[in-house]
């Protein structure tokens, strides 16, 4: 079965800098990878969504890659600041249940320091 | 309020009582889930429904029960609560138009459940 690793539990930035996240798959090739934001006692909201034949896709201060060899996606927030501050989370469809389901990552918390 | 609401967002009941969690949407959106959420294993889907009175199993269905007689709401029960279904439950919904290739996920606000 298809599995998803999000590399880091948490990551601590400095404000300014550029945060990067990580996710890898395995077993199977996604037809696309979706990015959420989750805050402190909400749900999660959909943030970037980047298909197999992109390899980037950028939205404002994030930008999101897609390497279909590596199997790896990159979050990327850059000149992040204390706002940014929340867990992230990357969603590939589920290959083998109903067409728009999602299969999560355990996500990664982002602390960005004043 | 447009979106999806869900309801009561904070649950506190006791082993082996039957508790119904409350999801509703107001998008019409054809699909709707139910996740549970945990630490250490992120968030798991228990049923959905690709429209009303279709529902099917996801990754961990048991001691849970569903129902979609109506489009717009998509309530959870829990049978025979058990201390193992503590835990943090979303519901979402997805317009389900188009190709469904990439179609995101909307969430509601989750409802915290403690069974003692």
């Known amino acids: 079965s298809q599995k998803i690793e999000q590399n880091s539990e948490a990551l601590n930035i400095q404000e300014g800098k550029t945060a990067t996240l990580t996710c890898n798959y395995t077993?199977?090739?996604?037809?696309?990878l979706q990015w959420y934001r989750q805050d402190p006692g909400r749900g999660p909201v959909f943030l970037l969504l980047?298909?197999?034949?992109?390899k980037e896709k950028r939205k404002e201060r994030l930008k999101v890659t897609f390497d279909t060899t590596l199997k790896q996606s990159l979050f990327h927030i850059t000149a992040s600041q204390p706002a940014d501050s929340a867990t992230y989370l990357c969603?590939?469809?589920?290959?083998?249940?109903?067409?728009?389901?999602?299969?999560f990552g355990k996500g990664t918390k982002l602390s960005v320091k004043p | 309020d447009a979106g999806i609401t869900q309801s009561p967002r904070y649950k506190i009941t006791e082993t082996g009582r039957q508790v119904t969690l409350m999801c509703h949407q107001t998008?019409?959106?054809?699909?709707m889930f139910w996740y549970r959420q945990d630490l250490g294993h992120g968030l798991r889907l228990i049923y959905y429904?690709?429209?009303?009175?279709?529902?099917d199993k996801g990754e961990v269905p048991d001691g849970y029960v569903v129902s979609r007689s109506k489009t717009e709401n998509f309530p959870l029960t829990l049978e025979s609560a058990t201390r193992s279904q503590t835990s943090v439950y979303f519901c979402?919904?997805?317009?389900?138009?188009?190709?469904?290739?990439?179609?995101?996920?909307?969430f509601g606000p989750g409802t915290r459940l403690l069974v003692l």
């Open positions: 969603a590939l469809e589920d290959y083998g249940g109903s067409q728009g389901n999602l299969i």
């Open positions: 077993n199977y090739s996604p037809a696309y």
């Open positions: 980047i298909r197999e034949n992109e």
């Open positions: 998008w019409s959106h054809s699909y």
């Open positions: 429904s690709a429209a009303a009175d279709i529902t």
């Open positions: 979402a919904s997805l317009s389900g138009t188009g190709s469904l290739v990439g179609e995101t996920q909307y």
